[in-house]
C-alpha cells in the first residue's frame, strides 16, 4: 500500500529524498522522507507551494547527513530508546557504588512503567512530561491503596534528572533541564525525610516477650523453627546495628566469637555474676561487606554473641548442616514474619505529629543507634562501627535523642517539692 498521494511522488538527491503529498489527505503541505542507517526519517515541510517544499526539504537532507558525518545524531530517540543504553553502560559504571546503581535501576523500573513518557521523544521531554509523570504515579499509588511519601517522588525526580543530564551530554537531548524538584514539588515534599523509628527500650523488650510467647504457642515445628529464627534476628540486629542486607548475607565464617576473659584473662575480675555484666563480658566481631562495598569489622554486643549460640543450637536440634559458609540467617527476609509480631505486638506503627510512621527491619538499626547515644558512645566511634558518617548520626538521630530527653525532663515532676496553693 502506498504512502503517498497518487501523482505526487518524486525523488531528489540521487533518489534518496522522497517528496510527497500524503495519501490520507490530512494535509496539503509536502512531506519527506529518507533513510539513513536503516530507518526512516520523516517531515513536513509545513508548506503547500512545491517549489519551496523543495528548497526546505532539500535542506533538511543535507543538514541530516552532515550530523552524520560529524557523528552527531540523526536520529531523534525516545525516552525508551535512551534508557535501554543508559541501564546497559550503568552495569560498568564504576564511578558510582553498586548499591547506588541497583538503586537507580530499581527507580528506573517503575518509571517504566509510565508508558507515555516512555514513547516521549528524549528531545523533547519537558516539565509538563514530568508533571504528568508524577499524576500518573499517584494515581497507580492509589490504586494499591498507598499514599506515596515526599522522599519517594523527590527520589524518582532526581534519578529522571540524572538520565536526561546523561542523554545531553551523549548528545540525545539539546539541553539539560534543570531544577526540577524545585520546580515540581511543593517545599514540604522536597524537604520531607523519611523518618528514622526506633524502638524505645520498654518498646523493644515489650517486643521480645510477645516473640517469646509466639514462639511458645507456635503450632508444628516449622513454624517454630522460624519464631525462633525472626527471635534471633531481631536480639542480633538490635546488638550489631547491621544494615539488613549486610546482617542476612552473614555467614558463620564471617563472624568471630569473643570472650574477654579468654581475650585478656586480667580482665576477669571486673566482672561480676549478674546478667548485664555476663553480657559485657561477650562480644562479636562481624566481618560485613557494607554499602560502600568494602568490609567492615562491626563490633556485636554480648547478645550478639548469644544470639549466633542459639542459632546453631536451633539448626542442631532442627538437623539442618552448617559449615563455615553457611548463610547465619538461612530467611531472605523475615518480612512478613516480622510483620506479623509487629502487629500483634502493637508496634507496627508509632504516630508522630499528625502521621503514622511504620516499623520494619530497619528499626532495629535505628534503635541500636539511638540505645548507643543513650548510653553515652560518641557519635564517632558509633560511626566507625556502623561504616557510616557522623554527618548522617548527627542529623536522624541525636536530634531525636534530645528531643526525647527534652520531654522527659519538662514533664518530670518532682512531686515532693509541689507547694499547696488555693
Not at 503541505?29 to 532539500?58: G, H
Request: aromatic share 10%.
Amino acid at each position: 500500500m502506498t504512502y503517498y498521494k497518487d501523482n505526487t511522488l518524486f525523488k531528489r538527491k540521487d533518489d534518496r529524498l522522497h517528496i510527497y503529498k500524503r495519501k490520507d489527505k490530512k494535509s496539503e503541505n509536502w512531506y519527506a522522507r529518507t533513510f539513513i542507517d536503516k530507518k526512516q526519517i520523516q517531515i513536513s515541510s509545513k508548506t503547500s507551494n512545491k517549489k519551496q517544499a523543495i528548497k526546505i526539504l532539500e535542506k533538511w537532507f543535507e543538514r541530516l547527513h552532515f550530523r552524520l558525518a560529524e557523528g552527531l545524531q540523526v536520529h531523534q530517540s525516545t525516552f525508551e530508546d535512551c534508557l535501554s543504553i543508559f541501564l546497559n553502560e550503568l552495569k560498568d559504571d564504576i564511578s558510582r557504588s553498586k548499591t547506588s546503581n541497583k538503586s537507580i535501576k530499581s527507580r528506573m523500573n517503575v518509571i517504566m512503567k509510565c508508558k507515555p513518557l516512555m514513547k516521549s521523544k528524549i528531545d523533547e521531554i519537558s516539565y509538563e512530561h514530568l508533571k504528568k509523570f508524577l499524576i500518573w504515579r499517584n494515581e497507580e499509588s492509589n490504586k494499591l491503596g498507598k499514599q506515596l511519601s515526599g522522599k519517594t517522588l523527590r527520589g524518582d525526580l532526581v534519578t529522571i534528572s540524572s538520565f536526561l543530564s546523561w542523554s545531553a551530554e551523549k548528545g540525545y537531548r539539546k539541553e539539560k533541564l534543570q531544577k526540577i524538584t524545585t520546580k515540581l514539588l511543593e517545599k514540604k515534599l522536597r524537604n520531607e525525610r523519611t523518618q528514622r523509628v526506633h524502638f524505645t527500650r520498654q518498646e523493644y523488650q515489650h517486643l521480645l516477650k510477645k516473640s517469646r510467647n509466639r514462639i511458645d504457642k507456635a503450632r508444628g515445628t516449622r513454624v517454630r523453627f522460624e519464631r525462633n529464627l525472626l527471635h534471633q534476628f531481631i536480639i542480633f540486629m538490635a546488638g550489631s546495628g547491621l544494615r539488613v542486607n549486610e546482617c542476612l548475607n552473614l555467614k558463620f565464617e564471617d563472624v568471630r566469637l569473643i570472650d574477654k576473659y579468654q581475650a585478656k584473662p586480667n580482665l576477669k575480675k571486673s566482672f561480676s555474676n549478674n546478667f548485664y555484666n555476663r553480657l559485657e563480658r561477650y562480644y562479636t566481631i562481624n566481618n560485613a561487606f557494607g554499602k560502600k562495598q568494602r568490609a567492615n569489622s562491626n563490633i556485636g554486643m554480648g547478645s550478639c554473641y548469644f544470639a549466633v549460640e542459639e542459632i546453631m543450637k536451633l539448626y542442631q536440634k532442627n538437623n539442618i548442616k552448617i559449615s563455615p559458609s553457611t548463610k547465619i540467617f538461612k530467611n531472605k527476609s523475615f518480612r512478613e514474619g516480622l510483620n506479623s509480631l509487629l502487629f500483634d505486638a502493637d508496634l507496627k506503627t508509632k504516630k508522630i505529629g499528625n502521621e503514622f510512621v511504620k516499623r520494619d527491619s530497619k528499626s532495629f538499626r535505628h534503635t541500636y543507634i539511638l540505645f548507643q547515644i543513650q548510653n553515652g558512645v560518641s557519635a564517632t566511634d558509633i560511626a566507625k562501627n556502623l561504616d557510616t558518617s557522623t554527618e548522617m548520626i548527627d542529623k536522624f538521630y541525636t536530634a531525636n535523642v534530645q528531643t526525647d530527653e527534652l520531654i522527659d525532663r519538662l514533664t518530670k515532676i518532682n512531686r515532693l517539692q509541689i507547694k499547696a496553693v488555693s
